[in-house]
């Protein structure tokens, strides 16, 4: 439009209001609007991170600088891979040019999970929604994040729990029928044994009856243990101290930290909160961990307790107890193993493999 055409266009004008009136009132409306889409941008709880063609940050808002832990002026300039761990951080280039050549879109238009780098080094999955923004001169990539840290571990649990569940229902019936013949065995045995010297067995035969009295009693312990462990059970939680609690489970081990050569060392921060919780499933949970630290150092070694108060990022505070052994230490791939009722890596006979699944139960 040249100015000669500019009479034209003041068409719309209300009579009175000069042209630099008018135009001031437009100035006024864009600077409301681009105020509001700011304010938008700047309260929303996802991050929004633009960048060009060439991956460099054109706008980093309020809440990607919460969930990445930059300032938005460290960021706007950078590349964009700045905040992506391997191997996101090196395809990222060939990503966008490959995008830019051809056309087709690998993430753009849709969402994906992947991984996002934090400040301090860590990493977290995050939910990523590229857009592409085309403006007039250029074109402009727009994310859209939000870190799904804690839904992923509420859906683990929840898969944990579940799994747990089923288990549990399951072994409660299997326990509640071994036990009977068990405990009739238990019963026979022990009246046997009481009449041992008068019957005049020979000996092999007593040695053969002590067998099977030991392996029974060995059944009745498991099944006691799976019991224990799909128990609903009643829960009587109160306000306790957890350094207290901690000090009632260790007096449970004791002798066997002396027997084995073991040191204990703790750290408990004094002054703690007291917290509502059950003491007598926390001792077991407790026990069933420092058993594993124990079982894990056949020839000595340091047992390390320690007791914290700590703020999470919603700002909740948790006392967070740690148990620390410089045992053998657990295989990486067995990690995601450890809760399943029944792993162990132990010989048979030795451990069952219901321990940290019978605590995850109870915490
Ligand atoms: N402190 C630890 N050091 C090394 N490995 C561990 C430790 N704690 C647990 N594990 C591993 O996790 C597995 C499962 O532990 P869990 O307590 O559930 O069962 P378990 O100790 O094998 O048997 P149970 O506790 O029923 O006697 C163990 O067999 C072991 O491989
Ligand atoms: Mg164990």
Redesign the pocket.
Known sequence: MNARDEPQSNRHVPAGVSRDGHRDQILTSLEETASHYKAILETTVDAIITIDCQGIVQTFNAAAEKIFGYRAEEVIGNKVNMLMPEPYRSEHDGYIGRYLKTGVPKIIGTGRQVNGLRKDGTEFPMDLAVSEVPLKDKRLFAGIIRDVTERILLEEQLVQSTKLAAVGRLISGIAHEVNNPVSIIKLHIASVMQNIESQKLPEDLIETLKVIQRQNNKIGQIIS?LQAFSRQGSFSPDWISVNQTVHTALRLVENTLQNQDIVYQAELEESLPKVFLDPIRIEQVLL?LF???I??MPGGGVLTVSTTLETDQTDEDWVVVRIR?T????EEE?LTQ?FDPF????EVGE???????VSYGLI
């Open positions: 243990g069933n058993n594993n630290a079982e894990a052994d045992g053998t230490g657990i067995h450890l792993f162990t890596t132990k451990g069952t493999g219901l321990g940290l699944s």
